[in-house]
């Protein structure tokens, strides 16, 4: 008879290519002996020269610990810690009010007393632990139904999943849309801070997703990375309440609403103080018959910047005739374009447009020169932003800068101080914004 030992069951691991570029490792560690729950050793590996190599190695690695953890103990020790940990279980009660401070979105933790378990909530939508599971995970397989069921009751009842692994060593953008320039400053800041802890950055278009039917935070779920910045971004309290039950912390940049319970950390700039100080330039060159074409005002920057230049005209005693304003329905050039032709065929046409941003600006200038308006002789204009085409343009463009880079470097600091459990400072913050004067304004009728 051979004294070779019959074939063993080995766990090989699993290394997975993230979209990020990034390769995620996974070793099973076998059954938790008191939740009877499957075990996993996880680690992401940044993407670069030699990431395929590195996570050969940390494979090794984690199967080598996965089996020293997968050794169970004798089965009286079992037994009597399963026994002691039943007994120490408190009987269930109703969650507590749940924290509104900035750490609350980020806690990485065991479950604590009263706080319900994936049983109660696959019990209460009378669904498997693997369903719910699904759900919390962005996976598929799970009908439309079910999945809207389920995503109610973690909501109704609070639920946070402990951590259970170590996320992905990616920092996720999520943009509305993604208008280049501001795209780029942006994740050049989230960047600046995320290479600083040897995390990567992804991005996704949440309008691009939503118009071929996928639900972006469903598929951040699945991706399960470190922290989420999501900006420009209509924010529903179901998503919110979605990557909170999944542990995920969020941070909002330039909030298009008002924020679900004002919970959800966010990054601003001044758009008021914008809208003020750009009003307040042309006023101060002379011009009284000031236009304004501002963005979709159901956006609070869009609401902001025509509010602070509206109190800077009537605290000159000019006020904001209503038939020198036009609502964009989007920050869009077309907008300027359509909506300054309309105002130039005014008469008698205003001397001056304060626009919503710089791409609306951009279309005035083109309706201007379409009408035979000289910049800044006939017509003054400002934009906002400060794209880097406002200094391309002829005449260069006067607008109020946003500190884009620094927005985002602040967003992701916010982000990784909630995802290592450190409480912030401020659960809101606003950055400064700065008039840039250059050859688009001038005092009315110059020649």
């Known amino acids: 008879m051979s004294d070779e030992p019959g074939p063993r069951r080995r766990a090989r691991g699993e290394i997975e290519e993230l979209p990020s570029g990034s390769l995620r490792v996974r070793v099973y560690a076998g059954i938790d002996p008191v939740s009877k729950r499957r075990r996993y050793l996880t680690r992401t590996i940044p993407a670069g020269p030699g990431a395929i190599e590195t996570a050969e190695a940390v494979r090794a690695e984690l199967l080598a610990t996965a089996g020293r953890h997968r050794r169970p103990p004798a089965r009286a020790q079992v037994d009597a810690a399963a026994a002691g940990a039943a007994a120490a279980r408190p009987p269930a009660v109703p969650p507590g009010p749940q924290r509104t401070d900035g750490a609350a979105g980020a806690e990485r933790r ?67 849309g993604m208008q280049s320039n501001l795209a780029v400053a942006i994740m050049h800041g989230v960047e600046q801070v995320a290479g600083e802890h040897r995390l990567a950055v992804g991005f996704t278009d949440a309008r691009r997703q939503l118009s071929q039917g996928r639900f972006w935070s469903r598929d951040l779920l699945a991706r399960r990375p470190t922290g989420v910045i999501a900006v420009h971004l209509g924010f529903t309290s179901e998503q919110h309440a979605l990557l909170r039950a999944s542990a995920i912390p969020l941070v909002v940049l330039d909030p298009t609403d008002e924020l679900p319970l004002h919970t959800v950390p966010s990054v601003t700039a001044t758009n008021w103080s914008g809208g003020f100080e750009a009003a307040r330039h042309l006023l101060d060159l002379g011009h009284r018959r000031i236009a304004v074409i501002t963005g979709p005002t159901e956006r609070l920057c869009a609401r902001a910047r025509l509010d602070g230049a509206r109190a800077a005209m009537e605290a000159a005693g000019v006020g904001l005739e209503p038939r020198l304003l036009r609502t964009g329905a989007w920050f869009s050039f077309e907008d300027g374009l359509s909506l300054g032709q309309d105002l130039l065929r005014l008469n008698p046409t205003p001397t001056a447009v304060l626009c919503g941003n710089d791409l609306q600006a951009l ?46 470097a602040a967003a992701a600091r916010m982000v990784l101080a909630l995802a290592t459990n450190q409480r912030l400072p401020q659960t809101r913050v606003e950055l400064a914004t700065t008039l840039v004067v250059r050859d688009s304004t001038a005092a009315p009728g110059v020649r």
């Not at 994936?118 to 019990?123: E, Q, S």
Request: charged share 25%.
């Open 363 to 408: 279309g005035v200038y083109e309706a201007a020169r379409r009408t035979g308006r000289r910049i800044p002789q006939d017509l003054s204009v400002v934009g906002f932003d400060d794209i880097p085409h406002t200094r391309l343009c002829g005449p260069t463009m006067t607008s109020v800068q946003q500190p884009l880079t620094d927005m985002g």
């Open 110 to 176: 065991g479950r604590r007393r009263g706080e319900h378990t994936l049983t109660t909530i696959a019990r209460l939508a009378d669904v498997s632990v693997p369903t719910v599971s699904k759900v919390l995970n962005g996976r598929s397989g799970v009908a439309a139904g079910t999945r809207s069921r389920v995503e109610a009751l973690l909501r109704e009842h609070g639920y946070r999943r402990p951590e259970l692994g170590t996320p992905s060593a990616i920092v996720e953008v999520v943009f509305y």
